[in-house]
């Protein structure tokens, strides 16, 4: 089935800890993103790429990297964890840069203790 | 400042009733405005899309609407089911910018026996 797959589904992690966070999709959409979302706060973008090869800052970058070596996977890196980054992280894409539907993964539930 | 809210932050009917969400928006330029459906544990899904010129917009039971005057949109459910329970996310998107996507809060939905 065509789509995005986010991987863990969910993850207990302890503070100081390396995270990554993975996501694939099959659909050779250009642009991808991850979002984290917080209650009472909504979807907030981390990080996005336009294109492989590409990556740029979103509203809350701080405490992750991404990496956009090929068109269909895009990691997201928790080098350290923080408490404050416990969160439902969503990675979405959609065919063109900006104002395009987004198509979103399940999500992955984090727990950073 | 470019923003979207949406109300109410929470709702609950019963099976059967009609219910109206609103979204209010101050971003511009302005392109378009997408509702989305997220069912609890997974992510959101593109409901419909509405441009400058469209005032409303039906998808089956849901129907939305736009006044691009007074910035404000709304997204009607008629006949509500137990499977329309979900929070429901307005996202406004920009005419310029790297990050064009401006997403509100969503109002969460639950529809009762």
């Known amino acids: 089935i065509a789509g995005i797959t986010q991987a863990p589904t969910s993850q207990i992690l302890a503070a100081g800890r390396r995270m990554t966070l993975r996501c694939t999709q099959d659909?050779?959409?250009?642009?991808m993103y991850w979002y984290r979302q917080d209650l009472g706060l909504g979807l907030r973008l981390i990080h996005y790429?336009?294109?492989?090869?590409?990556?740029g800052k979103g509203e809350v970058p701080d405490g992750y990297s991404v990496s956009r070596a090929n068109t269909d996977d895009f990691p997201l890196t928790l080098a350290s964890a923080v408490p404050s980054q416990t969160s439902v992280y969503f990675c979405?894409?959609?065919?063109?840069?900006?104002?395009?539907?987004?198509?979103f993964g399940s999500g992955t539930q984090l727990s950073v203790l | 400042k470019n923003q979207v809210e949406q109300s109410p932050q929470s709702l609950i009917i019963l099976e059967g009733k009609n219910c109206t969400l609103q979204?209010?928006?101050?971003?511009?330029?302005?392109?378009?405005l997408r509702w989305y459906k997220q069912d609890t544990g997974r992510g959101p899904v593109s409901l419909t899309i509405m441009t400058f010129s469209e005032n409303t917009k039906s998808n089956g039971r849901y129907t939305a609407t736009l006044d691009a005057d007074t910035k404000q949109s709304s997204l009607h459910i008629t006949a509500s089911q137990l499977s329309d329970s979900a929070s429901y996310i307005c996202?406004?998107?920009?005419?310029?910018?790297?990050?064009?996507?401006?997403f509100g809060k969503g109002t969460r939905l639950s529809v009762i026996a």
């Open positions: 979204c209010n928006y101050t971003v511009s330029p302005f392109s378009n």
């Open positions: 659909m050779r959409h250009n642009a």
């Open positions: 996202v406004v998107t920009r005419n310029s910018g790297n990050t064009p996507l401006v």
């Open positions: 790429s336009n294109t492989a090869g590409t990556t």
């Open positions: 979405a894409s959609s065919a063109q840069e900006g104002g395009e539907k987004l198509f």
